[in-house]
């Protein structure tokens, strides 16, 4: 797993550049957004409580949109990464160009797993509750436990739907089935991989803290956050979501090479 990582920040490192520019265009926007909600909704008339039920009904569109671009990402840095990987050159225009070839494609995926990651997440909450209130502290922890693993291990099964997408222009819903093929087997290096991502994830929005101006009591409405936290989270966002991206983009090339032999030149022939 090493090896992996070390692959991963190399490609970063080579295009940094352009993956920058490219991850900047798809999370500034959404993150500079998702804090501006909060005055969109302070300035609407009525209670505070439809204020509220407002900002909340923004934050959700945002999102929504957040998902879209971020797989949008994807999209452009799985042609980055092969070109990498095969010794050739990207540029962030002909990143952007293979995103306008599978927009639609890459968004409907994203939402779609996203969708059902959520849904995966919440079918045992239940039993899970049922455990809880019967055997106490114990069955707590493995209710809560039962409530992630169906939509982890879903999420895990779909994480390369999109790089198939671009790569190899199948149809939307056999993008599931071949990511579920090839993910296969190697599932729980990908779980350590996104455990790594997560917690170096964590670990930098740390930097966010000695600007949140919230307390235990307030909301986005009563305590609008300030410009410093504003940009510090939206460089934590660039870098995360960038490193996201390209994680998954290598982990594909990585999978068709071990299952099928198929090496980086193959794969960015499809780019020619």
């Known amino acids: ?65 957040a998902i879209s671009t971020n797989f949008m990402l994807l999209a452009a840095l799985v042609r980055g990464t092969i070109a990498d990987l095969s010794g050739q050159s990207a540029s962030a225009d002909d990143c952007l160009q293979t995103v306008i070839k599978n927009c639609l494609a890459a968004v409907g995926l994203g939402i779609v797993t996203t969708i059902a990651t ?29 409530l992630v693993v169906p939509g982890f291990i879903l999420a895990l099964a779909w994480s390369v739907a999109v ?3 671009v790569v190899e222009q199948r149809s939307f819903f056999d993008c599931f089935r071949r990511s579920a093929e090839l993910t296969r087997g190697h599932r729980w290096v990908l779980f350590r991989l996104v455990g790594l991502w997560w917690l170096g994830a964590k670990v930098l ?16 409405l009563t305590h609008p956050p300030s410009t ?27 999978l068709r090479l071990i299952k099928e032999n198929a090496g980086p030149q193959q794969l960015a022939a499809v780019f020619d």
């Open 1 to 65: 797993m090493r090896r992996v990582i070390g692959q991963i920040f190399g490609t970063i490192r080579r295009n940094a550049g352009s993956f920058l520019l490219l991850s900047m265009l798809a999370t500034v926007p959404i993150a500079v957004l998702k804090f501006i909600t909060s005055d969109v909704a302070a300035a609407l008339p009525g209670s505070y409580f439809v204020r509220e039920v407002s900002h909340l009904a923004l934050v959700a569109v945002t999102d929504l949109v």
């Open 118 to 146: 959520v849904a995966g997440m919440v079918l045992l909450i239940v039993p899970g509750m049922v455990l809880a209130a019967l055997s106490g502290a114990v069955a707590v922890w493995a209710g809560l436990s039962l």
């Open 163 to 165: 790089p198939v997408r």
């Open 205 to 220: 929005g740390l930097a966010t803290v000695p600007f949140d101006n919230d307390d235990v009591f307030s909301t986005a």
């Open 228 to 254: 410093s936290y504003i940009l510090v989270s939206s460089f934590v966002a660039v870098i995360t979501s960038m490193i996201a991206a390209a994680g998954i983009a290598f982990v594909y090339c990585e």
